[in-house]
Every structure is written in structure tokens, then in C-alpha cells.
């Protein structure tokens, strides 16, 4: 069975703060994907990376995932209330069921305090 | 356009009855994910279907539950016989292809199932 460990699980910085949410596993993923999920709606897909040490870069959030293809990072720059949210890293790999599967991580919930 | 519509939103049922929750895929999507969301735990695979087809059932438990997703309509995740335990949230994602590497998921706002 496949694990996606996030930490931290629970994150509560002042406006304009910086901050690093991490995603790690001993598996090695296919690709990694980072979701943003609100209270009572479904993920909304942030980012997909492919490519081991692949860096993207969405506004001031920062996405890395590593040269192993095992782990992944989020960093936000300048942190505001809107993005307060639970942030999800998802890792795809091949079930061996006849299907790529993605395996959820726990979430960190963050909150942004003005 | 049209995102993943679920419906219902909120389910209340009793301890021995049938919950059917129901997924639209997004306009052009034929592939369709459920996964369940219990509280401070992180989304569980369920099951993939493809129209008419249930291609990947590995994260379904054996007994009571059921999926499908046929040529017309919406597809279904079926329990019979809810118990306490399933009480979740329960969210479906579609995709446009299989062979796109990204196999990016779009996912509905859930349906949230209480049993009481």
C-alpha cells in the first residue's frame, strides 16, 4: 500500500508570512498533483509535476517535486487569507488493477490570519 | 461549461437503508473516479468506470457496495444496507482520457452521507 505522508497537518501563520508544506512517501509516483479543497466542496487541481526536480510556479505558490519522484513540496510566498484552505498532494502510480490510481495524502489545513 | 455535478448534496439515512449517490461527469469526460472522504482522513480510490464498463474496483469494499455507469445517465455508487461506518463524503472526479499522461481529475463537491 502506497502513503503519502503531509506535514504539517495543521498550519496557522499571520498575513504575509512565508510558508513550506511538505508531501513525502517511499513509493516513487508517476506524477505528483496538488489540490486545494474548501470546506464542504471537492479538490480544484492546483498543479501537476512530471519530471523528478521539476520546479512550477503558480503566482506565489512554488511546487517542486523531487529528483526521486517520491516527495513534493509547496511553498507560498507572502501568504493571504484567501489562501486559506486544506492542500492536498496526490500521487499517481499504476494500481496493477488495470488502471493509474491516485493515492490522497491527509491534507494540510491552513489558515491564514489577517 | 458545466462542471461535475453530484447530487445529492446531503443524504440522511438509517441504519439498513439504500444510498444512491449520483455523479454527471463534465461535458466530453467518459471516465468517472469515486473516492470517499471520511473526517481528518485523506481521500480513498474507490472505484473507475468507464461507460458501461467497470474498469478498476480495487478500493471498493467486497460487500454491500456497488457502481455503474451506463450508456446514458449518470453514474451511480450504490450501498445497501448502510451502516454507521459509511457515513462520509463521498466525491466523484471525471476525466476526458485515459491516455493522457496527466490523467488530470476533475472532481464534483460531493456528496455528504449521514447515517444515523
Known amino acids: 500500500t502506497q502513503l503519502l505522508e503531509q506535514s504539517p497537518q495543521f498550519l496557522s501563520i499571520q498575513e504575509g508570512e512565508n510558508l513550506t508544506v511538505y508531501c513525502n512517501s517511499s513509493?516513487?509516483?508517476?506524477?505528483l498533483q496538488w489540490y486545494r479543497q474548501e470546506p464542504g466542496e471537492g479538490p480544484v487541481l492546483l498543479v501537476t509535476?512530471?519530471?523528478?526536480?521539476e520546479v512550477k510556479k503558480l503566482k506565489r505558490l512554488t511546487f517542486q517535486f523531487g529528483d526521486a519522484r517520491k516527495d513534493s513540496s509547496l511553498h507560498i510566498t507572502a501568504a493571504q487569507p484567501g489562501d486559506t484552505g486544506l492542500y492536498l498532494c496526490?500521487?499517481?502510480?499504476?494500481?496493477?488493477?488495470?488502471?493509474?490510481?491516485?493515492?490522497f495524502g491527509k491534507g494540510t489545513k491552513l489558515s491564514v490570519i489577517p | 461549461n458545466a462542471g461535475v455535478m453530484q447530487n445529492p448534496r446531503h443524504l440522511v439515512r438509517r441504519r439498513g437503508q439504500e444510498a444512491r449517490l449520483r455523479c454527471s461527469p463534465m461535458?466530453?469526460?467518459?471516465?468517472v473516479y469515486w473516492y470517499r472522504q471520511l473526517p481528518e482522513e485523506g481521500l480513498k480510490f474507490m472505484v473507475y468506470?468507464?461507460?458501461?464498463?467497470?474498469?478498476?474496483e480495487s478500493g471498493m469494499p467486497k460487500e454491500r457496495f456497488s457502481a455503474e455507469f451506463p450508456k446514458e445517465g449518470p453514474s451511480i455508487l450504490r450501498i445497501q444496507q448502510v451502516v454507521r461506518g459509511d457515513s462520509a463524503a463521498y466525491f466523484c472526479?471525471?476525466?476526458?482520457?485515459?491516455?493522457?499522461?496527466?490523467?488530470?481529475?476533475?472532481f464534483g463537491p460531493g456528496t455528504r452521507l449521514t447515517v444515523l
Open positions: 472526479a471525471s476525466s476526458p482520457q485515459v491516455g493522457d499522461f496527466y490523467n488530470e481529475q476533475f
Open positions: 513509493s516513487v509516483f508517476s506524477s
Open positions: 509535476v512530471v519530471t523528478g526536480g
Open positions: 496526490a500521487g499517481r502510480s499504476y494500481s496493477g488493477a488495470g488502471s493509474y490510481q491516485l493515492t
Open positions: 461535458k466530453g469526460h467518459s471516465h
Open positions: 468506470l468507464q461507460k458501461e464498463n467497470i474498469i478498476d
